[in-house]
Every structure is written in C-alpha cells, then in structure tokens.
C-alpha cells in the first residue's frame, strides 16, 4: 500500500503539543502524552505499542510508568533500530501506537521498515486503530515535514498537511509559511505546547486543549519562493486561528462547525463523514 495515497483511512491521528517533560508526575506541567492517554482511556484494556526514537533509556522507564499509572497493562515497547519478528506479531494486534522521541534521524529507516508498513495498514483499514506523535517524531508523521534535519521528507501517513508542534511565533512561524508557499497542496498547523490536533478520516481536525493553533494556507499564493529577510506576510497567504472545539477541513481549509465540540471517542460515532 502506497503511503499517502489512502483517499480516506479508518483510523486517526493525534499530535500533541510541546515536548514531553522529564518529571511525568509533575502536574504542574503540560505533558502531552498524559492528554494523549485521556483520550485513550476507554482502550485501557487492549494493547497499546509504543516506539521510541530515542537511545536513551530514561523515556522508556518514565513512559512506561506513566501508562501504568493511568491503568494500561498491556504495553508493548519497541526499539525502530532492533526489533525482532514477534513485535511484529504484537503489532498488528495493538489498538494503539505512540510515536515519541526526538532522535528524527531514524525516520529514513523507520520509513522503509515492516514496522512502519504494518503501522501504516492498521491506520488505513481499522476504524478503532490510534496513532499518535509527541516531541520532535510527531512533525514527521506528515508526508512534509519543517524539520530541516530530515530533509523535509516525513513518514507519509497523511499528505495533505505539515505541522509544527513546537510552534512558536518568530523563526518557526516563518519556517512554516515558507514550507507551506512551497507545498501549496498542504495546509500548515503551528500547535502550541498545551493543544493537540484529532485528525479523521484523513481530513477532519478538530483541536481540544488548551490554547490555540495556527493555521496557514498558501492555496492561492502566486509567488512560491521568499527571499531571505523578506516578509512572510504574502498576498493571498490566509490563516485561521483554531481555539479548543473548532473543527476544520483538511480539503478546503474552511471551518467545519461553530458550536461547542465535545470530543466523543465512541468510534462508530465519531467516524461519522459530515
């Protein structure tokens, strides 16, 4: 199955804000996979897969005692660079599978791994199946990412946007634009640190948190190249701000609703195509 060429697959996407932080008990602090797990509860009891693009093995340890805490047994942990035939096996069982970690530079071979594949499938044809992103792996999961380490090539799962989950207005706001005007087929998302975006069906985004997410749309942007030092301020460059609740169309980047949102994580429901 070629990646991104899926018109509209079962399964959804979650990208949290920020980047995990160290202490995981530490409330006082956004940590984006304990919202991430919220949304999660009512999968507490199936397996849930977690690969860590890291060599450290501290967010291992600090993962797994956060899942266990909110009341998932049932972890199954995965290393991208050296993974045996039974996690395979295991992964195509699991409901759910966290990417973490910011060691990007093992997307390449992420990419073209039986992990990834397997990965990909899932979230295609199981309408009950979650993938979710936190720290740096996340901006990779788009087919572009504005991730310059990597080449601007992500992992293909969705094609049609580019985010930024560590957004920022200054430098990054600018990054994203200029990937945007490049890619105009693309909407760009600027996530901040206490948001995360729902993605379903490949194309409807509703957002819930705390805060707000940017959105930029170069669709009708003549001039597709900014000189260094130029503004970013485009004629025709559009953009939206998203507040906890908006729902938005990943097709034609307009609005999809403006009453009040109440995620419901009942699947069938959820799936339903406005």
Do not use: W
Not at 56 to 76: N, V
Not at 121 to 150: H, N, W
Not at 154 to 179: E, M, T, W, Y
Not at 250 to 255: S, W
């Amino acid at each position: 199955m070629n990646k991104g060429t899926f018109a509209h697959p079962k399964g959804r996407l979650i990208i949290a804000g920020g980047k995990v932080q160290k202490e995981v008990h530490d409330t006082e602090e956004f940590f984006p996979i304990r919202e991430v797990l919220k949304l999660l509860y009512g999968q507490k009891d199936e397996e849930i897969a977690v690969i860590i693009f890291s060599q450290d093995l501290e967010p291992k340890e600090k993962i797994s005692e956060l899942l266990s805490d909110h009341g998932f047994a049932d972890i199954l942990f995965i290393d991208p660079e050296n993974y045996q035939h039974e996690h395979l096996l295991k992964l195509s069982s699991a409901k759910a599978v966290f990417l973490t970690g910011n060691k990007t530079e093992l997307c390449e071979n992420f990419k073209k791994s039986s992990l990834s594949e397997i990965v990909y499938q899932k979230y295609c044809t199981e309408e009950d199946f979650t993938l979710a992103g936190t720290d740096d792996i996340a901006m990779f999961i788009p087919r572009i990412t504005v991730s310059p380490s990597f080449g601007e090539e992500g992992l293909n799962f969705i094609s049609n946007c580019i985010i930024d989950n560590q957004f920022a207005h200054g430098l990054r706001f600018r990054n994203l634009v200029k990937a945007v005007i490049q890619h105009q087929e693309c909407l760009g998302f600027g996530i901040g640190k206490q948001m995360i975006l729902i993605i379903e069906k490949g194309y409807r985004i509703s957002c819930i948190g705390n805060g707000s997410v940017m959105v930029v749309n170069a669709k009708n942007v003549k001039k597709r190249r900014l000189k260094k030092g130029a503004s970013v301020y485009m004629k025709n460059l559009k953009g939206h701000i998203l507040i906890p609740g908006s729902v938005l169309n990943l097709h034609n980047g307009k609005i999809m609703n403006e009453q009040i949102f109440d995620y419901n994580l009942n699947f069938t429901n959820r799936n339903i195509i406005i």
